[in-house]
């Protein structure tokens, strides 16, 4: 039985960038069992712990705000739950924050909407001449795309996917921020934007954001993380 939702915002780094979303869910699993944590389950015929990540994050991305929501079956504090669990994670795993969340909202993957990136591109890309790709990028109506998995190939536009992008010089190297749509209808990914911008590769892609319903409005007002 459920009695308490809490929302969890956790960091993935460098050394879990290559496990799969399946990998992840067992992370979590083995480490909310070692905690003692009272995770509510589900019914029927096979029970699962009821665990649910906004969005799978690709492999080889770095994250710095993962949301993640967990169903508890006995209601313990938050700042209990951050410490017990923390002592519990391997490297590369980091709890930022969790606070109680509505039992009764929607699923956190429906109430995804966006997704925001911060992506290293490698040396010998100059500064000027990316700006320049963007804004040409960003005053296209339309950003025909094509994407093949396996044997199925899919025709998109990428364009409306692009919220907001642009180019940040930190002094040792530069940096897109992106902000894309990430919800149940379609998705934008960062390596996608890259190729469409001419570069084949990035030094390092953190997802460092991930926006829910009603909070788009606020997002499209602050400068990208």
Do not use: C
Not at 40 to 45: C, L, P, Q, T, V
Not at 151 to 174: A, F, K, M, N, W
Request: no cysteine; aromatic share 4%; net charge negative.
């Amino acid at each position: 039985m459920k009695v308490q939702r809490l929302r969890v915002t956790f960091a993935r780094g460098a050394e879990l960038k290559y496990i799969t979303h399946l990998d992840l869910m067992r992370f979590w699993e083995r480490a909310l069992r070692r905690a003692g944590i009272a995770v509510a389950y589900s019914e029927g015929f096979s029970p699962h712990p009821q665990i649910s990540l906004a969005a799978p994050l690709p492999v080889g991305v770095i994250s710095s705000g993962e949301l993640m929501d967990i169903f508890l079956s006995e209601a313990m504090a938050p700042a209990r739950f951050l410490r017990d669990l923390g002592g519990q994670l391997p490297p590369g795993l980091s709890l930022l924050e969790a606070h109680e969340a509505p039992l009764g909202l929607p699923s956190i993957q429906s109430q995804m909407r966006e997704a925001e990136y911060r992506v290293e591109v490698p040396p010998g890309v100059e500064a000027g001449a990316l700006e320049l790709k963007v804004r040409e990028l960003l005053a296209r109506e339309t950003l025909p795309w094509r994407q093949q998995r396996e044997r199925e190939v899919r025709s998109y536009d990428l364009r409306p996917l692009i919220h907001d992008l642009r180019v940040q010089d930190t002094g040792e190297h530069l940096v897109l921020l992106m902000r894309l749509q990430a919800d149940s209808a379609a998705a934008g990914r960062p390596d996608q934007v890259m190729a469409a911008l001419g570069l084949e590769s990035a030094l390092v892609i953190e997802r460092t954001r991930m926006i829910l319903a009603g909070e788009e409005a606020m997002a499209e007002e602050e400068p990208i993380r």
